[in-house]
């Protein structure tokens, strides 16, 4: 059972993964730990994994060859909207992380459609009402609590433009379990105090930092869109999450 980290906590968590080692907090290969993603073959995982998306979109969504206006939610250092600024005319992404947004800004330099923002709030009242036609999120909602996951969907669906859609990936259970005793392990360092917490998980892991995987059931996440006013178009497996856990790609439309 994950701990459900407040708002403020996630936060923490990102700021400080985002000041330390941006590129492998977001495709943490343990090859690349300490500076040792080389930036184009980091961007191209970008490429790879927005390709797939927009395949997806096309063969099951009647999506367009090219959007209007892409919103990235989550965007890390701009690895999937810069991805995405070639198959639209632009595209915002924003992030939790200052340090993520910095290093974002920095490839984006020569993408006159791109602009990354650093977006501390719950919600997404900087955004009107049918403000996109593409509102995606990846590897992000997973590692934030349902419940306010289930909020940031309310206002996917109400920033994007009628005719428009929302897609994102989200783990919906492990394949296997924590043994018993590791599970009782992770519970107790969790809530170790003075920094205890920390020490072991830098020991054990080489990251001090505490972020979570969510797990959501199909079922609560598309009765969720729903009651949001999104249709669901398709629903596809996915791995981003590693193999040891059932993912999926929603794609949902806003009639
Ligand atoms: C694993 S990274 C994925 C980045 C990007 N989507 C990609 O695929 O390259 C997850 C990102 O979500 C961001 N994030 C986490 N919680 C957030 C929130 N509540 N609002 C905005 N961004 C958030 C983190 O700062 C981090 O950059």
């Not at 006159?112 to 919600?123: G, I, K, Q, S």
């Not at 989200?170 to 003075?194: C, H, T």
Request: net charge neutral; hydrophobic share 40%.
């Amino acid at each position: 059972m994950p701990l459900h980290l407040s708002w403020e906590q996630l936060r923490a968590a990102w700021t400080e993964l985002g000041a330390k080692d941006p590129l492998w907090a977001v495709a943490t290969r343990n090859d690349k730990r300490e500076g040792k993603w080389e930036p184009e073959e980091f961007l191209q995982t970008g490429e790879r994994d927005v390709a797939r998306y927009h395949d997806l979109l096309k063969r099951n969504a009647g999506s367009p060859a090219e959007f209007d206006h892409i919103l990235d939610f989550g965007c890390g250092v701009g690895r999937m909207s810069l991805a995405w600024s070639r198959r639209a005319r632009r595209v915002t992404g924003v992030d939790i992380s200052p340090g993520m947004i910095a290093k974002g800004q920095e490839f984006a330099r020569n993408a006159p459609n791109v602009e990354l923002h650093l977006h501390e709030a719950r919600d997404l009242r900087c955004f009107e009402d049918g403000r996109f036609d593409l509102v995606f999120s990846h590897i992000c909602l997973q590692h934030i609590p349902w419940a306010l996951t289930a909020g940031y969907l309310r206002e996917f669906a109400r920033i994007c433009l009628s005719g428009g859609w929302v897609v994102f990936q989200l783990p919906s259970r492990p394949l296997s379990q924590l043994s018993w005793l590791a599970a009782i392990r992770k519970k107790i360092v969790d809530r170790l105090p003075f920094g205890l917490d920390r020490a072991y998980r830098n020991w054990k892991y080489g990251c001090p930092v505490l972020f979570e995987m969510y797990f959501v059931p199909s079922e609560n996440v598309i009765e969720s869109a729903k009651q949001a006013g999104l249709s669901e178009l398709h629903r596809e497996p996915d791995q981003s999450a590693g193999a040891s856990i059932e993912s999926f790609i929603y794609i949902f439309r806003k009639p």
